[in-house]
């Protein structure tokens, strides 16, 4: 009689059920039966008398079943971890030879082949020699490995259940070993958040710092910067007060010139190229060996102009070299990003592209967020303050039931109905209003995701502000009122001082949920990073040029990618200042009032 197959026995959910959930699932039951027998036997060792037992029944009945999952889910979280190493460790042993004797590189794509063949997935090369054989192993390896993963866990629980059965007694201390392990929980816990906040600093500031590495003025940019020297311009010319022949004669003539700026694009290329032609080749370019080559290419520059401006050359050559090469080029970059009025991150990323050695001045984007923020809580401060005050000040329980839930609906709707909101209803709104009165306004606008924004966070603080204000006591409200004050003068004298340090909270989280928005900016207000003081201008800010630097098939050895680190250390800097100030608030008006 021919043996069934498995998928004929069993249901196609159970085959493809990993074992190590129904193994979490047994050890489930098995906790709680732990926790019944712990139970049970501390009541047995009281004889019946729970008064003689130090601790309660239930702790004796946790203390149980804590010690039955606790190493049992050690074991199952260690192998969801290292599983997969261990069952590729298995798989290399039993790799042929002729495989294991490929390059490092061609032999790991041989094996993600294989774990894409083994599990589903799509390889680059189905029909290579012997990755269906190891595919088959791999899948073999792993159902090994799991079976024996969970029948050990579940050994071990019910090892700890008799183990932890065992020490049952009338005097045993089970709600202290319980609320140690809930302490220990506890820690546990505080030190991840507490170390992946150290992580996450640090990582922006390792990319930071690797960033302002890269964005170092470039060897070649000395070029353009020499012609720029050569050539007094007409501006030039007027601020310095010199005729047309003084700065005809203080310039190369018009053909020189042409010839300098033809030969400064090709010798900004070729020093480029190399540099590129260098990273190719897994090597980092030494920032001296890039300013030699670009010295070879300034030889045939001083040729082209003629040794009448060899000096002005070198002077520029040299004051160059010290903004590239030397230590403090590490100061000009930072300076460049912190107070540059570019943005523009677009480098060049083969050697036989002509690309731009980028631009990474920050300031359009932090005016840009600045600006959008400032008309978001020019919305959303005084709207959902006020609101906040008529709720708990003046709104009948009645009102109050029904337009605070309709407020706090806003903060339920996704950030993208917004951005759509912005774009198909009010920025189209903006437009014909400012074309109307003879303005010319783009289809996308600071004012159009400013306004859409102030109205997404109106909820944040209306509702928090509400509740601090109730949270101000009756007490001063009716010592308020009974000296004779009536109900706005003690609003405004004795219940917004008292509630002032809430407020300030309620405003800086609508700021900060207003600072880290990105959907609406992106689908309202654009992509262009600008300095306007026209609100109904196109601009951008720090998250959305986060995101689209970081969106995509990035390389993290650009100085374009590495950009997005920078930007986001400023926004980390800038939400801990305003952190700081307004805790500084707080305790001033917590000191006067409490």
Same mark, same amino acid.
């Given at each position: 009689?021919?043996q069934?197959?498995?998928?004929?026995?069993?249901?196609?959910?159970?085959?493809a059920?990993p074992?190590?959930? @129904?193994?979490?699932?047994?050890?489930?039951?098995?906790?709680?039966?732990?926790?019944?027998a712990?139970?049970?036997?501390a009541?047995?060792?009281?004889?019946?008398?729970?008064?003689?037992l130090?601790?309660?029944?239930?702790?004796?009945?946790?203390?149980?079943?804590?010690?039955?999952?606790?190493?049992a889910?050690a074991?199952?979280?260690? @192998?969801?971890?290292?599983?997969?190493?261990?069952?590729?460790?298995?798989?290399?042993?039993?790799?042929?030879?002729?495989?294991?004797?490929?390059?490092?590189?061609?032999?790991?794509?041989f094996?993600?082949d294989?774990?894409a063949?083994?599990?589903?997935?799509?390889?680059?090369?189905?029909s290579r020699?012997?990755?269906?054989?190891?595919?088959g192993?791999?899948?073999t390896?792993?159902?090994t490995?799991?079976s024996?993963?969970a029948?050990?866990?579940?050994?071990?629980?019910?090892?700890?259940?008799f183990a932890?059965r065992?020490r049952?007694?009338?005097?045993?201390r089970a709600?202290?070993?319980?609320?140690g392990?809930?302490?220990l929980?506890l820690?546990?816990?505080?030190t991840?958040?507490?170390l992946?906040?150290i992580?996450?600093v640090a990582?922006?500031?390792?990319?930071?710092a690797?960033?302002?590495?890269?964005a170092?003025?470039a060897?070649?940019?000395v070029?353009? &910067?020499?012609?720029?020297?050569?050539?007094?311009s007409?501006?030039?010319?007027?601020?310095?007060?010199?005729?047309?022949?003084?700065a005809?004669?203080? !310039?190369?003539?018009?053909?020189?010139?042409?010839?300098l700026?033809?030969?400064?694009?090709s010798?900004?290329?070729?020093?480029a190229?190399?540099?590129?032609?260098?990273?190719?080749?897994?090597? !980092?370019?030494?920032r001296?060996?890039?300013?030699?080559?670009?010295?070879e290419q300034?030889v045939?520059m001083?040729?082209?102009?003629?040794?009448?401006?060899?000096?002005?050359?070198?002077?520029?050559?040299?004051?160059?070299r010290?903004?590239?090469?030397?230590?403090?080029?590490?100061?000009?970059a930072?300076?460049?990003?912190?107070?540059?009025?570019?943005?523009?991150?677009?480098?060049?990323?083969r050697?036989?592209?002509?690309?731009?050695?980028?631009?990474?001045?920050?300031?359009p984007?932090?005016?840009?967020?600045?600006m959008?923020?400032?008309?978001a =809580?020019?919305v959303?401060?005084?709207?959902g303050?006020?609101s906040?005050i008529?709720?708990?000040?003046y709104?009948?329980?009645?009102?109050?039931?029904?337009?605070?839930?309709?407020?706090?609906i806003?903060?339920?709707?996704?950030?993208?109905?917004?951005?759509?909101?912005a774009?198909?209803?009010?920025?189209p709104?903006?437009? /014909?209003?400012? !074309?109307a009165?003879?303005?010319?306004a783009?289809? &996308?606008?600071?004012?159009?995701?400013?306004?859409v924004?102030g109205? =997404?966070i109106?909820?944040?603080v209306?509702?928090l502000?509400d509740?601090v204000?109730?949270?101000?006591?009756?007490?001063l409200?009716?010592?308020?009122?009974?000296?004779?004050?009536t109900?706005?003068?003690?609003?405004?004298?004795?219940?917004?001082?008292?509630?002032?340090?809430?407020?300030?909270g /309620?405003?800086?989280l609508?700021?900060s949920? /207003?600072v880290?928005?990105?959907?609406?900016?992106v689908?309202? /207000?654009?992509?262009?990073?600008?300095? !306007?003081?026209?609100?109904?201008?196109?601009?951008?800010?720090?998250?959305v040029?986060?995101?689209?630097?970081l969106?995509?098939?990035?390389?993290?050895d650009?100085?374009?990618?590495?950009?997005?680190?920078?930007?986001?250390?400023?926004?980390?800097?800038l939400?801990?200042?305003?952190?700081?100030?307004?805790?500084?608030?707080?305790?001033?008006?917590?000191?006067? @009032?409490?």
């Amino acid at each position: 009689m021919p043996q069934a197959d498995s998928a004929s026995v069993f249901p196609a959910w159970y085959v493809a059920t990993p074992v190590t959930f @129904y193994a979490a699932l047994l050890l489930g039951l098995i906790c709680f039966a732990a926790f019944l027998a712990g139970r049970e036997r501390a009541i047995n060792a009281a004889q019946g008398q729970r008064g003689d037992l130090h601790s309660l029944p239930d702790y004796h009945g946790y203390y149980v079943a804590i010690l039955t999952a606790a190493p049992a889910l050690a074991l199952l979280i260690a @192998y969801s971890v290292f599983g997969t190493a261990i069952a590729e460790a298995f798989l290399r042993a039993g790799l042929p030879a002729d495989i294991l004797a490929l390059p490092e590189e061609r032999l790991q794509v041989f094996l993600n082949d294989v774990r894409a063949t083994a599990f589903g997935g799509i390889g680059s090369d189905a029909s290579r020699a012997g990755l269906a054989e190891a595919a088959g192993s791999l899948r073999t390896i792993d159902s090994t490995l799991k079976s024996v993963v969970a029948v050990a866990a579940l050994l071990i629980g019910v090892g700890g259940l008799f183990a932890a059965r065992a020490r049952i007694t009338a005097e045993f201390r089970a709600r202290n070993a319980v609320e140690g392990v809930i302490r220990l929980s506890l820690v546990a816990c505080a030190t991840i958040a507490i170390l992946t906040t150290i992580g996450i600093v640090a990582s922006l500031l390792f990319e930071s710092a690797r960033f302002i590495d890269m964005a170092r003025p470039a060897p070649q940019g000395v070029f353009s &910067q020499v012609v720029d020297a050569l050539e007094v311009s007409a501006e030039e010319a007027e601020e310095r007060g010199l005729n047309e022949a003084e700065a005809a004669a203080l !310039t190369p003539d018009a053909d020189t010139m042409a010839e300098l700026r033809r030969f400064a694009r090709s010798a900004r290329d070729v020093v480029a190229a190399r540099a590129l032609e260098e990273n190719e080749a897994g090597e !980092t370019p030494e920032r001296s060996e890039v300013w030699r080559v670009a010295e070879e290419q300034l030889v045939d520059m001083r040729a082209i102009a003629g040794p009448e401006w060899d000096d002005e050359i070198d002077r520029v050559a040299s004051a160059w070299r010290g903004r590239c090469c030397s230590p403090t080029s590490y100061f000009f970059a930072l300076r460049d990003f912190l107070f540059g009025m570019q943005w523009s991150p677009q480098t060049a990323i083969r050697a036989d592209q002509i690309g731009q050695s980028g631009a990474f001045g920050a300031v359009p984007l932090f005016y840009g967020t600045m600006m959008i923020t400032i008309i978001a =809580m020019l919305v959303a401060g005084p709207i959902g303050l006020f609101s906040a005050i008529y709720l708990s000040e003046y709104a009948s329980p009645r009102a109050r039931a029904v337009i605070k839930p309709a407020l706090e609906i806003l903060a339920g709707i996704p950030t993208v109905v917004y951005g759509f909101f912005a774009l198909l209803t009010v920025a189209p709104a903006i437009r /014909a209003a400012a !074309t109307a009165l003879g303005l010319d306004a783009p289809s &996308q606008s600071a004012l159009a995701a400013g306004v859409v924004m102030g109205i =997404m966070i109106i909820p944040f603080v209306s509702s928090l502000s509400d509740d601090v204000i109730n949270a101000v006591p009756q007490s001063l409200r009716d010592g308020s009122l009974a000296m004779g004050a009536t109900t706005s003068e003690t609003i405004t004298k004795v219940v917004m001082p008292a509630a002032l340090p809430g407020v300030m909270g /309620a405003l800086l989280l609508a700021i900060s949920r /207003a600072v880290g928005e990105t959907m609406i900016v992106v689908m309202a /207000a654009g992509q262009a990073a600008r300095i !306007t003081a026209n609100p109904l201008e196109s601009v951008t800010t720090i998250t959305v040029q986060i995101v689209s630097l970081l969106t995509g098939d990035t390389e993290f050895d650009s100085a374009k990618t590495l950009s997005a680190f920078a930007l986001g250390l400023v926004l980390f800097l800038l939400t801990l200042l305003m952190n700081v100030v307004a805790l500084q608030i707080v305790r001033k008006y917590r000191e006067r @009032y409490e």
